[in-house]
């Protein structure tokens, strides 16, 4: 399979570079900065070839040059700045993401789409609608991202090893996203049989809103996003039918249709090959039925 990621940012060159490492495949790194994907192509290049990897990542500006490309990754837009909500690059992201979908559309009709930009389930919908894809060739990127989050926080407070840490966090990549404490385990035993109610809320306040401390310390996040998407890329192309949380179109499933937002499913060579529906209580069903409702209001504004 071929790589493309749109958007040589911070972000896109990582995940180029994990890709690499972990011997994925070629990779495209486009954008519309002359020289910066060229340059990071090379820098990039320099470590694979050290570490003996044969993937060939190329840096390029000309977006016919993704012509055939089986998994495309999408990151280019603007990055939050400090003090600001996913929300807020609602109309400057929706216009780029827009224009890139109608190139995908154009150069890679049969690849699989990852979106990164946010704010992330709107734009997984409009990147849909724009496109024509298959619902399960259209994915989002942000829950594989939050539950990295939740499973670092897991960690701080039971002190165990992180490999024996399982954990899921669905809803709304934003104000609304719902850290699943109640579907969360550490070697096979329920989380909520080895931590406290307080130190439970404690793990779930602090994953919705880590992602603003991270961009006000350091003004943005990059390593974590680039393992999330790699992860994903991973399971497509080694078929893998991991259990991942990604934004996808929802058709009745959790008693909502015509919305992306994230949920657990099987990513493998198909992309989304089934959404798994989980038994949300009433006080999970709320808080995703809060995303629903927010995730509404915007996908009336977008440009389609």
């Known amino acids: 399979m071929t790589i493309t990621i749109i958007g040589a ?5 990582y995940a180029a570079l994990n890709c690499g490492l972990r011997e994925l495949d070629d990779v495209l790194l486009l954008d519309i900065v002359e020289g910066l994907p060229q340059g990071e192509a090379m820098d990039i290049n320099h470590q694979l070839a050290e570490r003996g990897s044969d993937c060939i990542i190329r840096g390029s500006t000309n977006y016919e040059d993704m012509k055939g490309s089986d998994i495309v990754i999408v990151v280019a837009g603007m990055g939050r700045k400090p003090g600001m909500t996913r929300m807020d ?22 690849s699989k789409i990852i979106i990164v930009t946010n704010p992330l389930d709107p734009m997984t919908y409009l990147a849909l609608k724009i496109t024509g894809f298959s619902k399960n060739n259209v994915m989002g990127m942000g829950g594989m991202l939050d539950l990295s989050r939740f499973k670092n926080f897991i960690q701080d407070i039971t002190k165990v090893s992180r490999q024996s840490i399982q954990a899921l966090v669905i809803g709304e990549h934003g ?23 307080e130190q439970a809320q404690d793990i779930f306040d602090h994953t919705k809103k880590v992602a603003a ?14 393992n999330a998407i790699t992860t ?15 934004s996808t179109l929802l058709e009745g499933e959790y008693g909502a249709s015509n919305v992306c937002i994230g949920v657990p499913t099987i990513i493998g060579s198909n992309g989304v090959e089934k959404i798994i529906e989980l038994e949300l209580d009433t006080i999970e069903q709320n808080i995703f039925n809060q995303g629903i409702a927010s995730l509404r209001d ?5 440009p389609i």
């Open 232 to 246: 994903m890329v991973e399971a497509i192309i080694k078929n893998k039918r991991s259990v991942i949380p990604v």
């Open 213 to 226: 401390e991270v961009i006000a310390l350091k003004g943005a996040t990059i390593f974590a996003p680039g």
């Open 298 to 302: 915007v996908i009336n504004a977008l």
């Open 9 to 13: 940012g911070k972000v896109g060159a």
């Open 175 to 197: 104000e609304n996203m719902l850290p699943l404490i109640r579907f969360s385990s550490i070697g096979g035993i329920p989380l909520t049989q080895v931590i406290s109610k």
């Open 89 to 110: 690059l609602l109309k400057t992201n929706a216009d780029i993401v827009k224009n890139v979908a109608l190139k995908i559309a154009t150069y890679a009709k049969e």
